[in-house]
């Protein structure tokens, strides 16, 4: 009897050859010797099911399968049928972009299709990072593709940005003009740097804006125009509350920070913009602006010296004027509130002042007398801001008001201010532009609420109430159901 023996492997590259062809690991090896299922069955049944099955369906089946532990080579799978999972993904990119000539790469397509694929991973405590050697969406297209905040400010006409521009330019004063190039000097050369725009009321603080703005988008750079209340907001192009764009909290203290998830869309948003644009910056604490230093310095971290720079090295426009609306300090000192200014911040010490001194309103065209009166009232108004007017004083002094701003024959106040603001209230109500001609201030919420009270009580009509909040609190259901909430 002879025996016969047959040599066995003598290294680990013995083990990896099979038929006389290495693989690159045991596994591999394994697949060919036949040891283990090659994961077809999964592949017909994601091709069988694309014939009738959406791209999210078919990304929800290849979860299941991922999540069942049978499927012994994910990326092998994964390498087969990402095209079929990616179905769909061209056409929602294509409406979240509002660009019907959108397109994309298959390795864009590849990572939309992960990132898709992830987010029901994540939804069941899983990751693709479980499922190793699956690859993982990178950060870029994660940050980048999809991200409406992105779409939103590239959607802007460049050729109608470069006519806006144009005109604006056109119109500038040598002052303006100056100031012009030396923040667009900053932003184009990418050094960083902070400024603050100071002028009074008509100086053109605003036109200023819409010109930065038009400039920079007719390149198809990113600005994003902020303001410290929603009133001044509207008049900005694009522009937004900077509580709300930053997402800065309430209240804002010391040691506070922007709501700002590394995630978030508006992170990819941030690294890409190239100015920062922030009207009426007196009225907010300076804690606001603070925050969103430490914000953009961790955001923009991975730039050279980015955490040393002020605002991560961005430029940032202030703007606004010291003589109007301060922050509010609730029972609040004057200390207080002289203390909470911009101007008492770490900021200030980085902050470039660029002055507008001449009033535009006085260049309109208008007749002599109307200048002459929005001369004479304007020098009223900043005698009394620069603290000029009844000198000498210590800060404190009793201010005359000029007769012809009075309304001095009258036995019920807010009826005779409603009256002379708006004539013949009951016969012009309807008319959508009445309200808008004419606007009455006041002082304290007490007095706001007395005069919409007399002015609904003089209206025809069903009265209705509308709340606006954040969150609804459900603790009481009464009241809840009583009411019909609307939520901005």
Known sequence: MMLTVKKGPLCYDDIKTVDGKKHKTFRGACFAMGFLQDDREFVEAIK??????????????????????????????????????????????????RDQGLTLSDAELKELTLIAIETLLQNKNKSLKDFKPMPYPKDFVVSFIGNQLLYDER????????????????????????????????VEKQRGGVFFLYGYGGTGKTFM?????????????????????????LLLPGGRTAHSRFKIPVPTLENSICNI??????????????????DEAPMANKFCFESL????KDIMSGMPNASQKIFGGMVVVFGGDFIQILPVIPRGTRSDIIHAKIN?????????????????????????????DIRSFSEWILNIGDGTMCEPNDG???????????????????????????PDLIHNYLDLDYFQSCAILASTIEVVDDINKYITNLLLGEDKEYFSSDSIDKSDATNFDAYEHVTP
């Open 293 to 296: 230093d430490k914000s953009l």
């Open 209 to 233: 804006w819409n010109t930065l703005s038009s400039a920079l988008r007719s390149k198809k750079k990113i600005v994003l125009p902020v303001a410290s209340s929603g009133i001044a907001s």
């Open 261 to 278: 998830n590394k995630k978030d869309d508006l992170v990819a948003l941030l690294k890409v913009t190239d100015l920062i644009i922030w």
């Open 396 to 422: 404190y002094a009793d201010i005359c008001i000029p007769r012809e701003f009075l309304i001095s024959n009258f036995s019920d106040p807010i009826k005779a201010i409603v009256e002379d603001a708006y």
């Open 48 to 97: 069988e099911a694309h014939v009738w099955g959406s791209g999210l369906f078919l990304c929800k089946l290849f979860v299941t399968m991922l999540m069942s532990s049978s499927v012994n080579r994910p990326e092998h799978l994964w390498r087969l049928t990402w095209k079929f999972l990616s179905d769909g993904i061209l056409y929602d990119q294509r409406l979240l972009a």
């Open 155 to 186: 959607q802007y006409d460049v050729l109608e940005q470069q006519q806006l521009f144009a005109k604006l330019y056109s119109s500038l004063t040598d002052e303006q003009r100056n100031i012009f190039h030396e923040i667009m000097d900053a």
């Open 344 to 372: 008492s911040s770490y900021i200030w010490d980085h902050c470039k002042v660029l002055k507008l001194t001449k009033n535009m309103r006085l260049q309109s065209g208008i007749s002599a007398s109307t200048t002459d």
